[in-house]
C-alpha cells in the first residue's frame, strides 16, 4: 500500500507562486514514478507534471511548461510541484498520484495510489 497526502495549497493572485507538496509513505519510494494532476469543475483530471524513479526524467503538460517544476527528496520520501508565474487558468484541485511505473505516463488509469487532492485558486 502507498500513502499520498498532499499540502500547500491556498489562494493566490495572478503571477504569484506556490509550492506543492506530497508525502509519500507505504512502500519504498524510490520505487515509484510519482505525478501531479489537476481537476476544476467540470472537467477530466489532467496531467501536469511527472518524475521519474531517481528522478533522472520529469515530464510536463504544454500549458505548465516553463512555469512548473517537479521534484523529489528522498531524504523525505516528498514530492514537490513548485509553480511560478500562476494563472487564473492554473485554479483547480491538485492530486498527487503514484505506482510502480517503468516510465511516467499522463494517463490517470495508469496510477493506482492517489491523494485526497488540495486546492489550488488563483485570482485575476
Known amino acids: 500500500q502507498v500513502q499520498l497526502v498532499e499540502s500547500g495549497g491556498g489562494l493566490v493572485q495572478a503571477g504569484e507562486s506556490m509550492r506543492l507538496s506530497c508525502a509519500v509513505s507505504?512502500?519504498?519510494?524510490?520505487?515509484?514514478?510519482v505525478g501531479w494532476f489537476r481537476q476544476a469543475p467540470g472537467t477530466e483530471r489532467e496531467f501536469v507534471a511527472g518524475?521519474?524513479?531517481?528522478?533522472?526524467?520529469?515530464m510536463y503538460a504544454e500549458s505548465v511548461k516553463g512555469r512548473f517544476t517537479i521534484s523529489r527528496d528522498l531524504a523525505k520520501n516528498t514530492v514537490y510541484l513548485q509553480m511560478n508565474s500562476l494563472k487564473p487558468e492554473d485554479t483547480a484541485v491538485y492530486y498527487c498520484?503514484?505506482?510502480?511505473?517503468?516510465?511516467?505516463?499522463?494517463?490517470?488509469?495508469?496510477?493506482?495510489?492517489w491523494g485526497q487532492g488540495t486546492q489550488v485558486t488563483v485570482s485575476s
Open positions: 498520484a503514484a505506482d510502480l511505473l517503468i516510465a511516467i505516463t499522463t494517463m490517470a488509469a495508469n496510477y493506482h495510489y
Open positions: 507505504g512502500r519504498t519510494f524510490s520505487a515509484l514514478v
Open positions: 518524475i521519474r524513479r531517481n528522478g533522472d526524467r520529469t
